[in-house]
């Protein structure tokens, strides 16, 4: 069966969840390849800087049942996982009464999650590693995907931070650089005018990839896999073993959002996110530089980029941005409109010129560096 109308679903859920969000597009493609993985992913980062519109808007764009809480030091687990049921409680049974609750959940999202209470967080742990609830007499089948939990920084209790390796894949945010403020600025005031309006896929797009990447061939990425674990080893990265076999179910997952059922070295760029600190993110990318050049993903651009810093992954990403830019020309008689546009592509040209060797532009970088000329008309002489 063809992968081809699942990834174009979920490429649809992507672009239109990551619309508006500035330097967010890549959080929307990490719980993306998260869900379809199997996995969970933790975001640590400052308050105020979109973690929950994110998954807000990926929640809407996929159309699951959604089950979002923000944990606090006296939050009870009735808040999280439902109420006693009186009934059963006066018939001798403790059972617990799951409607609309975290258990029946195919999406969810806990802010603050490591301020849950022990007895949340011990139920949490059954949910998020077999997806089973058990609380008394109720035992449950969860029908959850993926769980995004997000604080403001990484634990330092040794407990805690046990809880938190349960999160395969980690994405670091930071406020909205200086230079992207303006289209921070519109996005923010888009984001409000079109709040709730994504259309939902349904799951069953994710469900397709999610059982095509357990079949998936791995056998052609686990030589560089085993290679790049060893390579951050020698850096001073370790990985525990649990982490380094559950990456593959990630490289998996990015295969088959390539249209793949076999992995490649392209697919290798997830690693990164298994590590768990933005110190050793950051020396990954270095010290695999070489390893993760070839990444790239059509549907997960921002995400491959971001991971791997890799040139094709870069230059796809570039091309995506761009041919975005060219489409959205304003029309003639809007000459602020116009000259806004014409140096977001002055932008896009010297984001080409200083980022890529003239004489090695991928085949869709150098047809995007055509149109952009075409636009801007040729340099001035003596320029």
């Not at 990456?247 to 076999?262: E, K, P, S, Y």
């Amino acid at each position: 069966m063809s992968l081809e109308p699942s990834v174009d679903a979920l490429r649809r859920v992507v672009e239109t969840a990551r619309a508006g969000l500035v330097e967010r597009e890549s959080l929307v493609e990490a719980i993306v390849l998260a869900a379809v993985a199997g996995e969970h992913v933790l975001v640590i980062g400052p308050p105020g800087t979109a973690k929950s519109e994110a998954v807000r808007r990926v929640a809407r764009g996929l159309g699951g049942a959604y089950f979002e809480y923000l944990l606090g030091r006296f939050t009870e687990p009735n808040e999280i996982f439902g109420p006693i049921d009186l009934r059963r409680l006066r018939e001798g049974a403790v059972e617990t009464v799951t409607t609309g609750m975290l258990p029946e959940a195919e999406l969810a999202f806990l802010d603050e999650v490591f301020l849950g209470s022990t007895a949340i967080l011990n139920t949490l742990l059954g949910i998020l590693n077999e997806r089973t609830f058990r609380r008394g007499s109720t035992v449950l089948k969860c029908p959850l995907r993926v769980c995004v939990g997000a604080s403001n920084a990484l634990p330092e209790d040794e407990s805690l931070a046990a809880f938190a390796d349960r999160f395969l894949v980690r994405v670091f945010v930071e406020p909205v650089g200086d230079a992207f403020l303006e289209a921070l600025l519109e996005g923010g005031w888009a984001l409000e005018r079109t709040a709730g309006a994504i259309d939902g896929v349904g799951m069953a797009p994710l469900d397709a990839l999610a059982t095509a990447a357990r079949a998936v061939d791995l056998g052609p990425a686990r030589p560089a896999l085993a290679h790049a674990v060893r390579r951050l080893r020698q850096a001073g990265v370790t990985l525990p073993d649990r982490r380094i076999v559950r990456v593959q179910r990630l490289v998996a997952a990015a295969a088959v959002l390539d249209g793949r059922t076999t992995a490649t070295s392209a697919d290798l760029w997830p690693i990164v996110w298994a590590v768990q600190t933005p110190e050793g993110q950051s020396l990954a990318r270095e010290v695999l530089g070489e390893l993760l050049a070839a990444t790239q993903n059509r549907t997960l651009t921002a995400a491959a980029a971001e991971a791997s810093a890799g040139p094709l992954a870069r230059a796809a990403r570039v091309v995506e941005m761009g041919r975005t830019v060219l489409a959205a020309r304003p029309d003639a008689a809007d000459l602020e409109g116009v000259g806004a546009w014409r140096r977001r592509i002055e932008g896009i040209a010297r984001d080409i010129d200083a980022g890529f060797p003239a004489n090695a532009h991928p085949p869709a970088l150098a047809e995007l560096r055509r149109d952009v000329v075409a636009v801007l008309g040729p340099p001035a002489a003596g320029a």
